[in-house]
């Protein structure tokens, strides 16, 4: 079993940035991702990460969004720019083969 924790999930203005961070409770040997649900719509990717350090992103957020791990202290990062109000969602960290954090909200304001 392995506990993920999210946090930095806030609220601020478009054109602004915030940085989640998923901090999980054991060594990370597997893929990571950051996935965000909006109300009424399905969770989607957002991006992935390999253990190999090879990227993946939704093209919603393609040069926006940038996902980096640090294998030392077992945490996953997502650093959010210009944000847009349509990025407004509760994000997820995810680690295969099916962990889930509890999610953070992340709320843009036009």
């Known amino acids: 079993q392995v506990q993920l924790v999210e946090s930095g999930g806030g609220s601020v203005q478009a054109g602004g940035s915030l940085r989640l961070s998923c901090a999980a409770s054991?060594?990370?040997?597997?893929?990571m991702g950051w996935y965000r649900q909006a109300p009424g719509k399905q969770r989607e990717l957002v991006a992935g990460?390999?253990?190999?350090?090879?990227?993946n992103y939704a093209d919603s957020v393609k040069g926006r969004f940038a996902i980096s791990r640090d294998n030392g202290k077992n945490t996953v990062y997502l650093q959010m720019d210009s944000l847009k109000a349509e990025d407004t969602a509760v994000y997820y960290c995810?680690?295969?083969?099916?962990?889930w954090g509890q999610g953070t909200q992340v709320t843009v304001s036009s």
């Open positions: 995810k680690m295969d083969p099916g962990y």
């Open positions: 054991r060594r990370i040997f597997s893929m």
């Open positions: 990460i390999s253990l190999g350090g090879r990227t």
